[in-house]
């Protein structure tokens, strides 16, 4: 009555397929490694590109304002309330089309404020001089929808006491 026992191939140790259990688990976790640093390069790519196209936003913005300051006939002198589309409600609007190679356009309002002295230190005497102000903001868009604006303020020194 000699029963014989049959040995397993890998020793007799009672471990068989425990390598393939551990080789499994290794792979989900390296898996699931690999798809969240997928997922967050795809996130930071996107953060990087919205953060390019805000910067595009702002200089068009910043160049709308350098293109009103370079020409001296853009301030004008008058409340015209017709330009109810621009914060400043008054003065004068241009639009700037296809600015740099991303076609981004660029909107100036500048509207007439308000005559005072002409500021201390300035060279000019308060009884001969007056000062215009003029109050300034430009939004700039890119064709990604992005959108920026600033304001700005600035004074013209002009003949006439005040």
Same mark, same amino acid.
């Given at each position: ?26 792979l989900t976790v390296l898996?699931?490694?690999?798809? /969240?640093?997928?997922? $967050?390069?795809s996130m930071e790519q996107?953060?990087? =590109? ?6 595009? #936003?702002? %200089? ?6 350098s293109s009103i300051f ?39 309002? /500048?509207?007439?404020? $308000? ?7 300035? =060279? ?6 007056? #000062?215009? %102000? ?29």
């Amino acid at each position: 009555m000699d029963k014989k026992f049959k040995t397993p191939p890998t020793g007799g140790n009672g471990q068989r397929g425990a390598v393939l259990v551990v080789a499994l688990v290794l792979l989900t976790v390296l898996t699931f490694i690999a798809v /969240t640093a997928l997922n $967050t390069s795809s996130m930071e790519q996107k953060m990087a =590109g919205n953060t390019q196209e805000n910067h595009r #936003a702002f %200089h068009t913005a910043e160049t709308g304002l350098s293109s009103i300051f370079s020409d001296s006939s853009k301030f004008v002198l008058t409340t015209d309330a017709t330009l109810v589309d621009c914060p400043a409600g008054t003065g004068t609007k241009i639009i700037l089309s296809n600015i740099g190679d991303y076609l981004a356009n660029s909107t100036v309002c /500048t509207g007439f404020v $308000t005559w005072t002295a002409p500021p201390r230190g300035s =060279g000019y005497s308060a009884s001969t001089f007056s #000062a215009a %102000h003029f109050e300034m903001t430009s939004t700039g868009g890119t064709t990604s929808q992005a959108s920026v604006e600033i304001h700005g303020g600035a004074y013209q020194i002009a003949p006439g006491g005040s």
